[in-house]
Every structure is written in structure tokens, then in C-alpha cells.
């Protein structure tokens, strides 16, 4: 017998997520140094230490969230229903213009990362401003981020300058790249952000060995105000400047041509589909069956609470599933498999970490969620895929391991007090209700 820091036995149903989807029934996961040491048959009798029995759960790989801006959760449902430009100029950034400080994001991003930690989510990726205070509370709770500071042409709550924008980053990479805060660099835009920006920040990244996470063709107004500017569509201006690589995380993506497609799998960009988002914003819809049919790696984002309205990757795939079933009228495309490997496997390589994260095998990092199938509404239970994708949210998720940790335990969230979270919303609403 050989000692194990966590031994998780009798796991219903495991869903590796891996190359070959492979799935185990009635197995265990052993858990040693922040890793999994051996997941199967009989596991339980090969191991010995702390254990958890699971009985009627399904494990899966921790979910991974593309593209968020977390500290919006204290904007969440503010000037909704509003028309876009409507919407921003007089609500969110004058808001954000008053508030948006050390404080806000700290604040905002707690109740975030409760939010996530609930619905099973042990990365995400952010682009927001005093990202340091995203990574002081991350490590504090210990949830990975990939995280990145909006960088802009005109003046930001984080920097006068793009310039400065882009010092913050690296000195913020050589204070806070650690165990949970991987920093990313974050060009908000292409209709934001010059030829010049943009070929800094890849520079950047490119020195650093980081994402380049970039909002790119998410309406049509963008669509044209780049087509105006340099006569290209926005993917192939992007190509034109020379800053499209593996390295690119696109978020939104929506409005893609067959020609830009081509591109996206040709420099193998990858796409963070957002779609609540898009469709809550009248944005319109991302042709991912297309993206994927031409081998582009799509992972799937909840975008930020103001226009989601929540942080939710269980319900996000589900609303993709059945979205674009609807829009190709072809109830084949997005199979469950495929849903939830945007979710897991698809969101780790779109970040470049599916050597250590986005499945479930020996060797790899104890990112672990557990879901609760022994609930009615689960069953009866032919395929555990399906009933994640179609029947289950993300308040089913039972149980949560970062790194073999446990931060989530009957469906309560150990690392952060509820009580202190909800008195952190209540304030805020206050001072943003009275100004
Ligand atoms: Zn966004």
C-alpha cells in the first residue's frame, strides 16, 4: 500500500475529458502532492489515507472559464436592458469612472470567486484593472487566474497610457506569477487598441512566454468602425499586423468570414465563445460549429456579470448546446462530449496549460469537481454527459479540489464566508445606488 495526501472512492461515474474521452465507472482518484497519482479500478486498494466516498457523483475535470472580468460582479443586473452604447455611456462606465479602484476589484472579485468555486469553476481568465488585487485574492483562496490588465488608446481606470498599461503588466508578471496567478497580457480590443499596441503587447508576450487575451469581433459595430479604419475585417487586420499566433486568446469572436475563419485555424488562435453574453447584449451569435469543423480550438467564457448576468460554465455550455442547434437547425452539432470539452480539455489548451490541466489523468494537477447525480432531477441517468450538459447547473456541483485542496464540500463554499460576501454586495449597492 502506498500513501496518498486524498483518496476519492467510489466516484460513480469519471469523465477523464481526455484524448480518448475515457470513463470510468464506480473508480477512485488518489491525490498526492497537489497531483493525481492514479485514477481507476481498485485505486482504493492500492492506497491508503484521508478519503472521501462518492457514491452517486460524477467526477470531471475542474471548469475552466475563458473570459471574464470578475470585479463586475458588483455591476451585476446594472442598466440591463439597455441598447449597448446606452448601456456603457451611461451606466457602466461612468460607474466604473467613480468607483473602479484597488477596493472595487478586490471587493467584486470575492464574490466572483465565490460564484465560481460554487459552479465548479478552478480557473478563469480575466481582464480587468488593478489586476493585483484580482491575484491578491486568488492567492488568498487559492482558484487559478490567467489574468490580465485592460490595455487601451485613451485614458483607463488602470493607466493614462497604453504605454504605462504595458509596464504594469511586466512588472505585475515579476511580482505575481506563482502557483495561482498566471499573468496574461490583455489589448482590450482592436478598435482600441493602435497597430503599435498591439505589436507591443505581442512583443510581451511573446519575451514572457504569456496569453495575449484580445476582444476581437464582437458586434458589428466593431466590424465596421475596422473595416472603415484599415479596409480589412478585424481577424485579418490583426493578421496584417502580425500579433495572430497560438499565444491569442479571442474573445466573443461573432462575426467571423468564412476567410477569417480560415486564419483563426490556420495561426491557430484560440476562441473564448461567450454566448449568454452575446445574445443578452444583442450581439449575435459565434458560428462555433463552423470554427470547430475547420479545427479551430473554441473554449467557451462567461464574459463579466453585467451581461451574463451570472458565472455559470455549466449553464453557459448548455446555452451553447442548444443555441446552436437551433441556429443550424441541425440537432447534431454540439453534442454534450463536445460542450463540455469546451468547458474542461478545449479551455486548458486554449490557455497552453493541457500538460498540467483540463483532464483527468495520472501526473496531472488535482484540479477535481464532483457532481451531485443523485438528485431527481438527474435521473434516471442513461448518459452522465447529456445530464451535465442538458439537466444539471452549476449549483449541483458538490464538491471542489484546486490542486487536491478542497474548497467546495457539500455544495458549501469552505474558502470564503457567505455572510461576508453578501455584506460586501449590500455595500457596494449602496454606494453605487447613491451616487
Ligand atoms: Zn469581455
Redesign the pocket.
Known amino acids: 500500500m502506498e500513501r496518498a495526501d486524498l483518496i476519492l472512492t467510489d466516484i460513480s461515474y469519471i469523465l477523464t475529458m481526455d484524448e480518448n474521452l475515457t470513463e470510468y465507472k464506480d473508480a477512485d482518484i488518489a491525490i498526492k502532492d497537489k497531483k493525481i497519482v492514479a485514477i481507476g479500478k481498485d485505486i482504493k486498494n492500492r492506497y491508503y489515507g484521508k478519503t472521501i466516498v462518492c457514491k452517486g457523483k460524477i467526477a470531471l475535470p475542474g471548469l475552466i472559464n475563458t473570459?471574464?472580468?470578475a470585479a463586475m460582479t458588483l455591476l451585476r443586473g446594472y442598466g440591463s436592458d439597455n441598447p449597448l452604447k446606452v448601456w456603457l455611456e451611461e451606466y457602466i462606465w461612468p460607474v466604473e469612472g467613480k468607483f473602479v479602484s484597488y477596493d472595487f476589484v478586490k471587493d467584486g472579485t470575492k464574490i466572483a470567486v465565490y460564484e465560481m468555486l460554487r459552479n465548479g469553476i478552478t480557473t478563469f481568465v480575466d481582464?480587468y484593472f488593478y489586476e493585483n488585487a484580482v491575484a491578491d485574492v486568488i492567492n488568498e483562496i487559492g482558484i487559478r487566474g490567467v489574468l490580465s490588465t485592460g490595455i487601451l488608446d485613451f485614458p483607463t481606470p488602470g493607466a493614462k497610457t497604453p504605454d504605462e498599461g504595458i509596464e504594469k503588466t511586466i512588472s505585475f508578471i515579476k511580482e505575481y506569477s506563482g502557483e495561482f496567478v498566471y499573468p496574461a497580457i490583455g489589448p482590450h480590443a482592436p478598435y482600441t487598441c493602435s497597430p503599435e499596441t498591439l505589436k507591443k503587447c505581442m512583443d510581451v508576450a511573446e519575451k514572457y512566454d504569456i496569453i495575449f487575451h484580445i476582444?476581437v469581433s464582437?458586434t458589428e459595430f466593431e466590424v465596421e468602425t475596422i473595416k472603415e479604419k484599415y479596409g480589412k475585417t478585424p481577424v485579418e487586420h490583426l493578421d496584417s499586423v502580425g500579433v495572430l499566433n497560438d499565444r491569442v486568446l479571442a474573445?466573443?469572436m461573432v462575426h467571423p468570414t468564412e476567410r477569417e475563419i480560415e486564419i483563426l485555424a490556420e495561426k491557430d488562435v484560440k476562441v473564448s465563445h461567450?454566448p449568454e453574453?452575446n445574445l443578452k447584449l444583442a450581439s449575435g451569435v459565434a458560428p462555433v460549429p463552423e470554427m470547430l469543423k475547420a479545427g479551430v480550438t473554441v473554449s467557451v467564457?462567461t464574459?463579466?456579470t453585467a451581461?451574463n448576468d451570472d458565472l455559470d460554465i455549466i449553464g453557459e455550455v448548455s446555452t451553447a448546446a442548444k443555441l446552436h442547434k437551433g441556429i443550424s437547425k441541425d440537432p447534431t452539432v454540439i453534442n454534450a462530449k463536445q460542450a463540455l470539452l469546451m468547458a474542461t480539455r478545449e479551455g486548458a489548451k486554449a490557455l497552453r496549460m493541457y500538460d498540467k490541466l483540463g483532464s483527468l489523468e495520472a501526473g496531472k494537477i488535482a484540479d477535481i469537481i464532483l457532481i451531485d447525480a443523485s438528485q431527481p432531477h438527474l435521473n434516471p441517468l442513461f448518459d452522465p454527459y447529456t445530464q451535465i450538459v442538458h439537466s444539471s447547473k452549476g449549483s449541483d456541483v458538490d464538491t471542489v479540489l484546486i490542486g487536491g485542496e478542497i474548497k467546495v464540500l457539500n455544495k458549501n463554499v469552505i474558502a470564503l464566508s457567505k455572510d461576508e460576501i453578501l455584506e460586501i454586495a449590500e455595500n457596494w449597492k449602496r454606494k453605487i445606488s447613491e451616487s
Open positions: 473570459h471574464t472580468h481582464m476582444h464582437e474573445a466573443h461567450c453574453s467564457g464574459d463579466g451581461s
